[in-house]
């Protein structure tokens, strides 16, 4: 079984080469599936903004379409939030079978144990984000949300990502980097840890013990770098081609 690792995908309408890039990514690996079937983690980000599971559009029943193909095959969907992707739930999973996993996950692969997160909770010097995602993912708050009309949650979605942008301008790099305790914290009890949100693809060592950062999916560079793990825990840290 191969084990198949993507972040920050950020798909959206405005952006159909990711979208067909995320395509193409789902019909190689469901061809491979005669050899070894795939378990595809996403975590998190895997949409440029997510208003909740009753919004319907075209651009997102070809993904779903893809997906059903995808699953019917054999192969597994597990799916973890982002930052941006937060109000994502089993809902919109159930249509092709997929599964919403806790927002910090571990999985025994081969010998070794991995740590999969979306990366946003280890950022711990960006005091100001930390609070504003305490607030927003309260369940009350986000089940609030939920009950508004889709057109009010895309204004909000909308001035959201423009505060962010804007907020985003004024800080470093380090403050919205991750914090070099929270990232041994994570790691004390597992072998390997996984992450994506930073943007800046890398493995680092960390006493001994990987951190895996994974790339988010660029239009001008046409490349993401993702990660597969087989059955024995072994990684290969491989760029993915977005045409």
């Not at 895997?46 to 651009?59: C, E, K, L, Q, S």
């Not at 995808?70 to 809902?91: C, E």
């Not at 909770?121 to 889709?150: E, H, M, W």
């Not at 930073?198 to 950062?213: A, L, M, Q, S």
Request: net charge neutral; aromatic share 10%; hydrophobic share 40%.
């Amino acid at each position: 079984m191969t084990h198949l690792f993507i972040a920050d995908l950020h798909l959206s309408p405005d952006h159909p080469r990711l979208v067909r890039g995320f395509l193409a990514l789902l019909e190689q690996y469901q061809n491979n599936n005669a050899a070894k079937p795939t378990q595809l983690y996403i975590l998190g980000d895997w949409f440029n903004a997510w208003i909740g599971d009753d919004y319907t559009a075209p651009w997102l029943d070809e993904i779903v379409t893809a997906l059903k193909q995808f699953t019917s095959s054999g192969n597994q969907v597990f799916f973890l939030v982002g930052n941006r992707d937060f109000a994502l739930g089993q809902k919109f999973l159930n249509q092709f079978n997929g599964k919403l996993l806790p927002e910090i996950y571990t999985l025994n692969i081969g010998n070794k144990k991995f740590r999969i997160e979306h990366g946003d909770a280890l950022c711990t010097d960006d005091v100001s984000y930390q609070r504003f995602r305490k607030i927003i993912r309260n369940p009350i708050i986000l089940g609030l949300l939920k009950s508004t009309p889709l057109s009010f949650r895309q204004k909000l979605a909308n001035g959201f990502r423009k505060k962010s942008r804007e907020s985003n301008q004024t800080k470093s790099y380090a403050i919205m980097d991750v914090n070099a305790q929270a990232v041994e914290t994570a790691l004390a009890e597992v072998d390997v840890l996984i992450h994506g949100h930073t943007h800046r693809p890398e493995i680092h060592d960390v006493n001994g013990k990987p951190r895996i950062v994974l790339g988010d999916w660029r239009e001008k560079t046409s490349e993401a770098m993702i990660l597969e793990v087989d059955d024995d825990g072994q990684y290969d840290f491989i760029k993915w081609t977005i045409n």
